[in-house]
């Protein structure tokens, strides 16, 4: 499980800790999480092994849901 905790202070400079959080299919997870707030940036890097879609939270920070293929 992972949970995000809103803080009072707003954003100030870069994200310094970047996740990729692995699931079954990033469809769903791009419908849920613009359900919970945060938004899909329109990136999207289709690899042999997978597909990476760059994410943010409500505060727009930066995370990649991963689907990973059978290869």
Known sequence: MLTFQPV?????????????????????????????????TGERHDYREGAVLVMTDPEDNEFCVVQYYRV
């Open 8 to 40: 009072p202070e707003p954003k100030a400079g870069k994200t310094r800790l970047h996740l990729d959080i692995a699931v079954t299919d990033v469809d769903e997870a791009v419908d849920r999480i613009g359900m919970l707030g945060g938004r899909w």
